[in-house]
Each structure stands twice: as structure tokens, then as C-alpha cells.
């Protein structure tokens, strides 16, 4: 029977590995979950690593090559630790990262309680609840040595592969009447190459997965909470980084945000 003590055992395992920069192949049968649900279940004892309230939601898996790379049918949520923010031109340490890719995001924030219910939330209800917009930088990673194989159950106990994220200052309020889906963010590493993206490339718009975002934590009776943030998954293809690189995402008028890897 999977209950809350083999949840804090899976658990307990992978905030191990998170803590000591290691990584496993796949945790022991006793406790790996094997749906959706009890995943969640896991993922939620990551919140127990912080004094502070929860920082908000990412979305992993937005677009089809995302899904693809990784092995899953769809998006997946995961929690932001409150500890693991850092604002605009901040600096994130480096250390023993799996995946190595930065990824530019739309990050909605939350100006009031969206709580679970039976029937689910339309568009313009999530949006009528959401403060603001703001420019983000994720830096994903991975407890697992082969997380393109694991499964979505096992990625959702994972935290779906969160780790560090760099937001900015709030867009101006013109994003509200802006086709997001149409908006082409640019991501620059170093002295690499610009990287063009469009914000269609996560479910078809950000509006959109925010939406699936409000839903899939109301299917697993989570509130989503005002002040959180909602990061909505890459508009680009994932940049490459190392040690060292400074991280640009540029959304032109809606503003910049940028960190420094160490």
C-alpha cells in the first residue's frame, strides 16, 4: 500500500541526492510511485525543505519535443522552494548539474486563492486572478541518471526536474491585451548565438498552460495560492551552459532578465 510514510520515503531519497548533488537510476520499487496522484503525494514533502511559504509552480513538458525527449504523454507540474529564487541579475551556483540547459519562461503571479473544485477553471477565471507577469530564467536538473526514461510518475516525485530559478521585474500591464503565443523571446549564453523562441511552443500559448497549470493542481485537491509564481515552460529550444556563462532572457518591451552561473 502506497501511504504517506512510503510518500516520505520517496522522498526522502531523491531531497538526499537534491542535497548531495547525486543522482540514482530509479528509486527502489517499495516506494516509487506508479501514478500521477501518488507522485504528487511524494512531491509534496520537497515543501518541508523550506522555513518559508512555498514560491510557486513550474511546468515541465510544455511542448511536443519536451514530452518527447523525456518519455511522457504530457505536462507535468513541480514546486519552486522559496530558497531556491533568485531576482534578476542574481548568481546561481553551478555545482554538479545533470541536465545543463537554461530555459526562458513566462512566469505569472498570483493575486488571489484559485482552490480545488469539481468543475474546471476557463481561461478568463485564471486570468482574472493573476497580478502579474514577469520575465524568468529556469535552471532545471534531475535526481535521476536517465530522467529521458523514467516515467512521468517518477519525474513528478522528482519536483518535474526543479531546481533553480531567476525571476524579474514585473512586465508592464500591455501584456494583458498582447498575443502571448505570438511573442518571440530571445534567450543569449555567454557570447553564443541568440536563441529565438515564441511563446506558442508551450501548449499552444502560456496563457494556455497557466490554465492547465490552475487545473491539474485542483484534479490533485491543491490550491494554487496568491503570491505564487507560474513558471509555463521554455518558449525555446533549452541553451547549453556551464560553470561560469551569464544567462540572458530578452522579451524586447516587456523587459529582461538575467543571471550569472558560478
Not at 513550474?58 to 519552486?80: C, E, F, M, N
Not at 477553471?121 to 529556469?138: M, Q, R
Request: hydrophobic share 45%.
Amino acid at each position: 500500500m502506497f501511504d504517506d510514510t512510503t510518500a516520505a520515503e520517496a522522498a526522502r531519497i531523491l531531497i538526499g541526492h537534491w542535497q548531495a548533488q547525486t543522482r540514482l537510476a530509479a528509486l527502489p520499487a517499495s516506494c516509487a510511485p506508479a501514478s500521477r496522484a501518488v507522485a504528487y503525494v511524494v512531491q509534496s514533502h520537497w515543501q518541508a525543505l523550506s522555513a518559508k511559504p512555498l514560491a510557486g509552480w513550474k511546468i515541465a513538458a510544455t511542448s511536443i519535443a519536451g514530452q518527447k525527449h523525456i518519455g511522457v504523454d504530457g505536462p507535468l507540474a513541480g514546486r519552486y522552494i522559496a530558497e531556491r529564487v533568485v531576482p534578476s541579475g542574481g548568481r546561481i551556483p553551478f555545482g554538479n548539474n545533470h541536465m545543463k540547459v537554461a530555459e526562458v519562461e513566462f512566469a505569472f503571479r498570483l493575486g488571489r486563492d484559485l482552490p480545488p473544485r469539481r468543475t474546471a477553471y476557463a481561461e478568463d477565471e485564471v486570468f482574472g486572478a493573476v497580478a502579474g507577469l514577469h520575465p524568468s530564467i529556469e535552471i532545471p536538473d534531475s535526481r535521476y541518471d536517465r530522467f529521458e526514461t523514467v516515467g512521468a510518475p517518477a519525474l513528478i516525485a522528482d519536483n518535474a526536474c526543479a531546481h533553480w530559478l531567476c525571476i524579474g521585474e514585473a512586465m508592464p500591464d500591455t501584456w494583458r491585451e498582447m498575443d502571448l503565443a505570438a511573442f518571440a523571446p530571445v534567450g543569449r549564453v555567454a557570447d553564443k548565438p541568440d536563441v529565438h523562441g515564441k511563446g506558442a511552443n508551450v501548449l499552444g500559448s502560456p496563457r494556455i498552460a497557466m490554465t492547465w497549470l490552475v487545473n491539474e493542481l485542483s484534479a490533485h485537491g491543491i490550491t494554487a495560492r496568491a503570491g505564487e509564481v507560474v513558471t509555463t515552460g521554455t518558449c525555446l529550444v533549452p541553451m547549453a551552459i556551464a560553470a561560469g556563462d551569464h544567462v540572458e532572457g530578452d522579451f524586447g518591451s516587456l523587459g529582461k532578465v538575467s543571471v550569472s552561473l558560478t
